[in-house]
Structure formats: structure tokens, C-alpha cells
């Protein structure tokens, strides 16, 4: 057992500790989100408690499932964002700015993001044709009738967005600024394997499609030192998709 220690120490020596952290977080993390985000075992957790009712609303809401996609977006924030601030400010001892939120951008890249936005709006539209994309958008479902277009599709696109600024930090800013020091552009690679992958349950097209935006999105990341390049692009794109989804549906008038 000595002699086996004796190999491993000066193994674990040559390590980036904050490399170390950063990696394996995102297994705890992307695993924690995987059950935690299920309504229905969270129902069950908590039948015969005080909470019942209350898990009972987010699995089996009667007008809409705005509770069950809130209690998704909760738990996406907590692993997303909210724990890894923690890990940056209390084990690290650094700064967030440093880490995907820096307002400053760099001279040119507007003009990118006007540019990415006219060439993905098409594509959408185009994806939106397909069944795949029918059957899965919007995540939003109102089962009482009222009209999609009202405060509760507002509410849901307000929690939406909450979701995708989680997931651009934790992707494109916890991931890639964490990694770079001891990777470099390396970094963007391997953040864009579980970027992936945390599409696997959408359609085919928008999985293949995540490996191409999550270089890109964590390049823009990588040089500007900030995501928020990346999640205007990001909401701009998914409110797109909810629209016209529902105007597909003919549900939107």
C-alpha cells in the first residue's frame, strides 16, 4: 500500500488543483441536476411530510407545468451557478469577474453577435419545421386554456432566461476560465463534451448543433473574458424557437 502512495503523490503533485476541482464538481453537478430535476421523485420524496402538497404542485399542477419547469430551473441555478460562486469566492479565494463576468467587450464583436443572430434565425425557422422540434417545443405546456399568449408564457420566458445565464456561467465561464490556466483554448474542447451531452434527451439537430455553438460560444467566452455575448445570443435564439413553435401549432393567435 506504501509503495502504491509512493507512485500516486507525485502523480497528484503535477496536478492543477483548481483543474481538479473545476472537473470533478461538473460530474457531481451535471449528476446532482440529472435526479434532483425529476418532479415526480421529488413528489414521492416528499409524500407523508409537511411539504406533500407542495410537491404535489410541482408534479401534478392542474393548469399549466410553470411549477414543474421553475423547480427545474431552481435546481439548474443551485448547481449552475450558485454553488460554483461558492466554490470561486470561498475555496479559491478569486474574483467571479474573473470568471465569464466581465462586462467589457471587445471592439468588433457586436457586429458578431448581430451577424450570428441573422444567420441562426433561418435555421431555426427550419428546425421549427420539423416534428422532432414540434414535439419538444416549448417546454411550456397550459392545460386549462388559457391563451399562450398572457403572463404565464411571460413568466416562463423570465425563468427561462434565469436558466440560460446558469448555464452560460457554468459552461462558458466556470468550465473554460477555469481550465485555461492549465489547457489553454484546450479548454473550450472539453467543456463543449458535457455541453453536449445536455442535449442528448432533444432532437438530433439541435444535439449535433450544441457541439458547433459550444466551441463557438465558449471561444467568444475565451477572448472577451464574459458570456454575456453568449447569452444574448443564447435567449435570442430559445425565445425564437418557443415562438415560433407555438405560431407552427397555431396556438400563438
Not at 185 to 214: D, Q, R, W
Amino acid at each position: 500500500m506504501i509503495e502504491i502512495l509512493d507512485h500516486i503523490k507525485p502523480d497528484v503533485s503535477k496536478l492543477d488543483r483548481r483543474g481538479v476541482w473545476v472537473l470533478v464538481y461538473a460530474a457531481f453537478g451535471l449528476t446532482s441536476i440529472y435526479y434532483l430535476k425529476n418532479q415526480e421523485s421529488v413528489a414521492a420524496f416528499l409524500t407523508g411530510t409537511r411539504f406533500e402538497d407542495f410537491g404535489q404542485w410541482i408534479a401534478h399542477s392542474p393548469d399549466n407545468n410553470l411549477p414543474a419547469l421553475g423547480w427545474w430551473v431552481a435546481v439548474v441555478t443551485v448547481f449552475y451557478f450558485v454553488l460554483p460562486l461558492l466554490i470561486i469566492k470561498c475555496v479559491w479565494k478569486a474574483e467571479p469577474i474573473d470568471f465569464g463576468l466581465k462586462f467589457g467587450i471587445e471592439p468588433g464583436f457586436w457586429k458578431l453577435l448581430v451577424a450570428c443572430t441573422l444567420v441562426m434565425l433561418p435555421l431555426v425557422y427550419l428546425m421549427s419545421l420539423t416534428s422532432g422540434f414540434a414535439a419538444k417545443y416549448p417546454f411550456l405546456h397550459i392545460y386549462n386554456g388559457e391563451p399562450f399568449i398572457g403572463r404565464t408564457l411571460l413568466y416562463w420566458e423570465m425563468i427561462y432566461f434565469v436558466q440560460f445565464f446558469g448555464l452560460e456561467f457554468f459552461f462558458r465561464g466556470f468550465l473554460v476560465h477555469s481550465l485555461k490556466r492549465s489547457l489553454g483554448l484546450y479548454s473550450i474542447f472539453v467543456m463543449t463534451v458535457p455541453y453536449c451531452m445536455i442535449h442528448f434527451s432533444k432532437p438530433p439537430a439541435e444535439t449535433f448543433s450544441a457541439i458547433a455553438a459550444g466551441i463557438f460560444l465558449g471561444w467568444l467566452s475565451y477572448k472577451n473574458g464574459s458570456i454575456w455575448l453568449g447569452l444574448l445570443l443564447h435567449c435570442a435564439v430559445a425565445f425564437s424557437m418557443d415562438i415560433l413553435a407555438l405560431y407552427n401549432k397555431g396556438v400563438l393567435f
